[in-house]
């Protein structure tokens, strides 16, 4: 069969034949049907996240969603037929092993979630990174309920399910987002209000900023905005050092809480609340034979929102 691989730095995805994946001890073999295409992918390929890769060439795609095709000695949680996803994780596909850019791939079961009848492929796909990361720097780090002032710095494709999420739990969210073309997308979700600046809302003084941005001005500027008390999620990477207000972050007793992916219950919960309607992700579809250019246009910023491609 097929499959996407990473094999050096600085070069394109490659598509080369593989053998199809047998299901080990304690693994199954998932039939991907939906598989999303990340910006961590572009850091595999460009050389920022590559150390992370254990051999080369190696398949990537550790956003998949499926059916159960084969089951292995010792893995009884679920049968073929079933509907699965498999949560973002370092030590998961398309990480640490061969991942969902091709049409079959053996994973430890461990690593597997069910998947509601209701949910489509392409937002199960994307519930397994966006989702979960989304959902656990807004409800588990963030601390964010039913009434929560909520201001979300960065509208993309996880700040789009953060805000979301947020709503969905009755929190009162604004949004932060200098590209003005997603602001009426951001009101039709029903957001209290958005702005291009953190400061247009100096009158709100938030519970919780949670920065899906992350370039140091906006995490600085996340500390000002917040109450006494209150709490600054950062999620986005944008820079790898910036410059806090220390008199700001200890006067006003400020939490400054760093947050990455998260677990399997975070992604259990945000693809259940997608499976109610309450959470989508705005996706652009591809095919698998796209995979490679989908690479591309990710890098080159040309996707808003999340990129997913649907296998036949």
Not at 147 to 163: M, P, R
């Amino acid at each position: 069969m097929k499959a996407w691989q990473f094999t050096e730095v600085g070069k394109p995805l490659v598509r080369n034949e593989i053998p199809e994946p047998e299901a080990g001890a304690g693994e199954i073999v998932i039939e991907v049907k939906a598989a999303g295409l990340c910006h961590s992918d572009v850091g595999f390929l460009d050389g920022t996240l590559t150390s992370l890769l254990p051999f080369r060439p190696i398949t990537l795609g550790h956003e998949i969603a499926g059916v159960v095709a084969a089951t292995g000695v010792g893995a009884s949680r679920f049968a073929v037929g079933d509907r699965v996803a498999v949560p973002a994780a370092i030590e998961g596909p398309g990480t640490s092993s061969n991942g969902g850019f091709q049409p079959r791939v053996a994973v430890r079961e461990d690593l597997v979630i069910p998947l509601p009848d209701g949910i489509a492929w392409d937002q199960a796909a994307a519930a397994t990174d966006a989702g979960l990361t989304s959902y656990h720097a807004m409800i588990v780090q963030g601390g964010v309920t039913a009434g929560t002032k909520v201001g979300v710095i960065g509208f993309g494709g996880l700040g789009s399910l953060g805000a979301q999420v947020a709503l969905a739990v009755g929190a009162e969210v604004y949004v932060i987002e200098k590209n003005e073309k997603v602001h009426a997308f951001a009101r039709e979700l029903g957001v209290t209000d958005v702005a291009t600046d953190i400061a247009a809302f100096a009158h709100v003084r938030f519970d919780v900023v949670v920065d899906f941005v992350g370039v140091g001005t906006t995490t600085n500027a996340a500390v000002e905005a917040v109450r006494r008390d209150g709490r600054v999620v950062l999620v986005g990477l944008g820079t790898g050092e910036g410059t806090i207000n220390l008199q700001t972050l200890t006067l006003n007793q400020v939490t400054l809480i760093g947050s990455q992916a998260g677990t399997p219950e975070d992604c259990q919960a945000v693809v259940q609340l997608i499976a109610d309607a309450k959470v989508a992700s705005r996706i652009t579809h591809i095919g698998f034979d796209e995979i490679g250019d989908g690479i591309g246009r990710l890098e080159r910023g040309e996707v808003i929102g999340r990129l997913v491609a649907l296998y036949d």
